[in-house]
């Protein structure tokens, strides 16, 4: 930021030449005394984002202006499994999660899309807001063709649902996950075995959205009964389809975007990524290069 700062007499002393980052080097200082003053200790991460927010905005002021505060941020939670946001997209789309029938969450890996539709829906069982939760995702590799591979049911599928066990086990152990799976209140299936139901009283995530068509889009919306949420998750720029142009995940902005309540859409970027710092650089990099910088 082109300033010196000097602790001295328990107070805070910035110096520099340029009055504008002066001035945001202040605002950082007094949004993470009042993060502090919350009860929060931010890790390194979050404390990158607070400061990331003034870098890339020419005001501090303006900054304030258009988007939350880090301390509004961190108070956005799913306070059943004790998960907060990191980010000002994360903290949006909790609000969407809690607020909306049907939310659409697109953006880049490691933005927690999956992960906090999974923590939502965890913590709507818990709370007996919903009866159980269904995890889905095209099996693209497989071509939806599961009975050409070896092995029963749940090992011809395995691979391409692990991630969304990964995540349930975060917030449960594993008997328990087990016991839930033998009686039904957790499915875990491809996006192909949904075709005829109609789910009511239900948490349902859809994963790697970006690899449905548009019929599969069409067919798993209109599965959705009474008393149920779903979330569509998704990376646009993973396409794994032969014609990208074909993906249910593009069409369906154009379809619902803006028309119905109760449906929102939600772009999270490379600011919201919570991975290894090296995932947000990954990022740009790709951005960049397909977009011939």
Do not use: C
Request: charged share 30%; aromatic share 10%.
């Amino acid at each position: 930021m082109n300033v010196d700062i000097h602790y001295k007499n328990r107070k805070i002393f910035i110096e520099g030449k340029d009055d504008d980052s002066v001035n945001k080097t202040s605002k950082i200082f007094t949004e993470l005394l009042e993060i502090l003053d919350e009860g929060h200790l931010l890790d390194w991460d979050e404390f990158q984002y607070v400061v990331s927010r003034y870098k890339t905005n020419g005001n501090g002021s303006k900054t304030e202006e258009k988007k939350k505060s880090m301390k509004e941020v961190i108070n956005t939670r799913i306070v059943g499994t004790q998960i907060f946001a990191k980010t000002e997209g994360q903290a949006n789309y909790i609000d969407y999660l809690k607020n909306n029938d049907i939310v659409f969450s697109i953006g880049p890996a490691g933005t927690g899309k999956t992960y906090l539709a999974v923590a939502m829906g965890v913590d709507y069982l818990r709370s007996g807001k919903v009866q159980r939760i269904i995890l889905t995702r095209p099996a693209v590799e497989a071509g939806e063709k599961l009975g050409f591979l070896p092995g029963s049911f749940y090992e011809k599928v395995d691979p391409y649902l692990r991630p969304l066990y990964d995540a349930l086990l975060d917030f449960m152990d594993t008997d328990k996950l087990i016991s839930y799976r033998e009686k039904g209140i957790i499915e875990i299936l491809p996006l192909a075995y949904m075709r005829g139901r109609t789910l009511n009283n239900s948490y349902i995530i859809l994963d790697e959205a970006q690899n449905t068509t548009y019929q599969q889009m069409k067919m798993f919306l209109t599965r959705i009964g009474f008393n149920t949420k779903a979330v569509i998750t998704g990376d646009v720029t993973q396409i794994d389809l032969e014609k990208k142009k074909d993906s249910g995940l593009l069409s369906v902005r154009n379809v619902l975007n803006g028309n119905i309540s109760g449906i929102k859409f939600i772009e999270l970027s490379n600011n919201d990524v919570v991975r290894n710092p090296l995932v947000k650089e990954i990022i740009k990099a790709y951005e960049d290069y397909e977009n011939g910088l």
